[in-house]
């Protein structure tokens, strides 16, 4: 694991002891049954060369009628120290710089800065903007859902409406109800929700767990180069056991930062492990299907490969292409004849 540099420093911050804890029938430990308030949130902001997006993500949270207790930035670019010092004073902020750099690396860094008194951990993408009365909407829906409730999602609000779409249900691309996982492994949106609403997985960078959640779901991650379905693959087996919600009322924007249009071997390679992901996720939950997954990544590729000669886009051409190379890949996978983890590698 990477460690804090030698220069790290913090501001802020809340003394250091345990918190009472009760346990469930299932041997899993509760919080202590106090109400929730701003301060038992520690956020986790793993950022990368973007300081202008973490300025304005700070500014919000400063801005806040309610401030968390903690702001652990770990910065894994160019140095944000001077962007995040200019805080100081107004919310109890930490830096540490993380060497190589990757958002799940960063983010255990983060994670192993957590106190026992930290009852809540939050996760933020360097890129979002949170709207007043973000947090104080967050801990006022963790006080009314059940106490055994692992994770809360912030509703990304910039997000179209989800509108269920027939022709992609047919391929099993989509459903009717925000917040589910399909047999196929593909999951509905939860974004831009009108209600809080109980969803079978939550996002990795908008989303506040309980802590005792954290230390008891190690968050294993895949040697691949780009970490798609991760938030997926740790938050979906946790729903299995505990409520997960996404709260209406904590809206937040997720500004993206859009970098110049990629080649288009980029697009083919994410195709290929896209899908690829897909297939390893619906193996690792027996309840889902694979036949589902195969008729859902066959579709996906013949719809983009129809849309590519009709548009003629050398992008969703290769993205297709990338498809129909991870259908042969999995289905020599089933017979044995290759490996879904050394592929997803590659």
Request: charged fraction near 20%.
């Amino acid at each position: 694991m990477s460690t804090p540099s030698p220069g790290f420093w913090k501001t802020g911050g809340r003394p250091r002891g345990a918190a009472a804890s009760g346990s469930n029938p299932d041997g899993t430990t509760n919080p202590d049954p106090r109400p929730y308030s701003g301060r038992d949130i520690a956020f986790i902001i793993p950022t990368k060369d973007r300081p202008a997006k973490l300025a304005a993500l700070l500014e919000s949270i400063a801005g806040q009628d309610v401030l968390p207790g903690r702001v652990i930035v770990v910065d894994g670019g160019e140095s944000v120290a001077e962007v995040v010092r200019r805080f100081e004073g107004r919310i109890p902020v930490e830096y540490y710089e993380c060497r190589p750099p990757g958002q799940i690396r960063q983010r255990n860094l983060g994670r192993a800065q957590v106190r026992d008194t930290d009852r809540l951990v939050g996760s933020l993408d360097d890129d979002l903007v949170l709207e007043p009365g973000a947090l104080s909407a967050m801990a006022a829906c963790w006080n009314r859902v059940e106490p055994e409730t692992a994770g809360i999602g912030f509703n990304i609000v910039n997000a179209p409406p989800h509108r269920y779409s027939r022709l992609f249900g047919l391929i099993l691309m989509d459903g009717p109800i925000q917040g589910r996982v399909l047999a196929s492994g593909a999951n509905v949106t939860l974004q831009n929700v009108p209600r809080d609403i109980r969803t079978q997985f939550l996002g990795g960078g908008y989303t506040i767990w309980r802590k005792n959640v954290l230390d008891e779901n190690p968050q294993a991650t895949l040697d691949t180069r780009w970490a798609h379905g991760e938030d997926l693959r740790f938050s979906y087996p946790i729903g299995k056991k505990h409520p997960l919600w996404v709260a209406a009322g904590a809206r937040v924007r997720h500004e993206h930062v859009y970098d110049q249009a990629p080649p288009a071997e980029v697009f083919r390679y994410r195709g290929r492990i896209l899908s690829l992901a897909c297939f390893y996720f619906v193996q690792s939950n027996p309840e889902l299907s694979r036949l589902a997954c195969l008729w859902m990544v066959a579709g996906s590729a013949l719809a983009r490969l129809a849309l590519a000669l009709g548009t003629w886009n050398p992008g969703k051409f290769q993205f297709a292409r990338g498809q129909v190379e991870a259908l042969g890949i999995y289905l020599r996978c089933l017979t044995g004849r290759s490996c879904l983890e050394k592929a997803l590698s590659e």
